[in-house]
T-cell receptor
Framework: NAGVTQTPKFQVLKTGQSMTLQCAQDMNHNSMYWYRQDPGMGLRLIYY???????DKGEVPNGYNVSRLNKREFSLRLESAAPSQTSVYFC????????????FGPGTRLTVT | AQSVTQLGSHVSVSEGALVLLRCNYS??????LFWYVQYPNQGLQLLLKYTSAATLVKGINGFEAEFKKSETSFHLTKPSAHMSDAAEYFCAVSMNTGGFKTIFGAGTRLFVKA
């Protein structure tokens, strides 16, 4: 049982490049989330998917897109990276019928130069 | 709108001393409240949660928190700090808006001195 996995662990992009962050969970959870973590700002929700086939914007969605590929996978895409998107990105999942605990992946550290 | 405020971005205690990390929230509906811990270069893991049962909630590693509705607070305590408690702690509030969303506080970094 791997829990929540994220790839890649580290990435450096040039301004204007695009990339997709991958996230997968093997706990059969309905809901999945993407957060970014910046010093002194806690975690801010970028997008979430309450269930397979649905996605919704969070607090800071500008510059990002998401795809809920199936129940297991939820990807985050940066179409044209900007230095302001330098951050640590966390994926999380939650079972609505359970304890409401979110399970987090190990994170992706992204630097945009 | 829901929000979470953690008082103090850094807290330093001596080993064996009381740990108190403060959290206040605002929520228009009965909240679900959480404390998460993050060790360096790792994701977050759940310490404890309040989901409208007992107001005093016990978690892992000897931590506990008390939900006080009148004060809109959910402070985290531990009677005796260990060196291994040094980490960043996040208070969070969840609400159901067709899918549960969680709002996190800015975090409090706990330092434990020998």
């Amino acid at each position: 049982n791997a829990g929540v996995t994220q790839t890649p662990k580290f990435q450096v992009l040039k301004t204007g490049q695009s990339m997709t962050l991958q996230c997968a969970q093997d706990m059969n959870h309905n809901s999945m989330y993407w957060y970014r973590q910046d010093p002194g700002m806690g975690l801010r929700l970028i997008y979430y998917s309450a269930s397979e086939g649905t996605t919704d914007k969070g607090e800071v969605p500008n510059g990002y897109n998401v795809s809920r590929l199936n129940k297991r996978e939820f990807s985050l895409r940066l179409e044209s990276a900007a230095p302001s998107q330098t951050s640590v990105y966390f994926c999380a999942s939650m079972s609505l019928g359970g304890t409401l605990e979110q399970y987090f992946g190990p994170g992706t550290r992204l630097t945009v130069t | 709108a829901q929000s979470v405020t953690q008082l103090g971005s850094h807290v330093s205690v001596s080993e064996g001393a009381l740990v108190l990390l403060r959290c206040n929230y605002s929520s228009s509906v009965p909240p679900y409240l959480f404390w998460y811990v993050q060790y360096p270069n790792q994701g977050l893991q759940l310490l404890l949660k309040y989901t409208s049962a007992a107001t005093l909630v016990k978690g892992i590693n000897g931590f506990e928190a008390e939900f006080k509705k009148s004060e809109t607070s959910f402070h985290l305590t531990k009677p005796s700090a260990h060196m291994s408690d040094a980490a960043e702690y996040f208070c969070a509030v969840s609400m159901n808006t067709g899918g549960f969303k969680t709002i996190f506080g800015a975090g409090t970094r706990l330092f434990v001195k020998a």
